[in-house]
C-alpha cells in the first residue's frame, strides 16, 4: 500500500520562500518519476514540477526560475524549494508519481501567499 505524505505548507508574504517535503511509504519510490501538483479554489488540479528517477527536472511555465524539485531517494522523499513567491501561487500543493495515480492522493498541504 502506497502511501504519501506531504508537509511544509503555510502562511508566507509575497516574495517569501518555503519548502515542500513528501515522504512515500510502501512503494520503490526510487523508480518513480514524481511530481508536485497543485489546486487553487475553483481550478483543476496542475502539474507544476517532476523530477525523474534520475533526477531530471521539468517546470510549468509558471513556476519555472522559481521552483524547484529536488528527490533523496535514500529518504523516499521529494522536495519543492519555492522561492519568490506570488499570491497567485496559493493553492493546496500534492505530491503523485507521473503520470498520477488516483489512490495516491495525499492530502496536501496549503500554501497561502498573501500580506
Known amino acids: 500500500q502506497v502511501q504519501l505524505v506531504e508537509s511544509g505548507g503555510g502562511l508566507v508574504q509575497p516574495g517569501g520562500s518555503l519548502r515542500l517535503s513528501c515522504t512515500a511509504s510502501?512503494?520503490?519510490?526510487?523508480?518513480?518519476?514524481m511530481g508536485w501538483y497543485r489546486q487553487a479554489p475553483g481550478k483543476q488540479r496542475e502539474l507544476v514540477a517532476r523530477?525523474?528517477?534520475?533526477?531530471?527536472?521539468n517546470y510549468a511555465d509558471s513556476v519555472k526560475g522559481r521552483f524547484t524539485i529536488s528527490r533523496d531517494n535514500a529518504e523516499n522523499t521529494v522536495y519543492l524549494q519555492m522561492n519568490s513567491l506570488k499570491p497567485e501561487d496559493t493553492a493546496v500543493y500534492y505530491c503523485?508519481?507521473?503520470?498520477?495515480?488516483?489512490?495516491?492522493w495525499g492530502q496536501g498541504t496549503q500554501v497561502t501567499v498573501s500580506s
Open positions: 503523485n508519481t507521473v503520470p498520477s495515480v488516483v489512490m495516491y
Open positions: 523530477i525523474s528517477s534520475g533526477g531530471s527536472t
Open positions: 510502501g512503494t520503490i519510490f526510487r523508480l518513480y518519476v
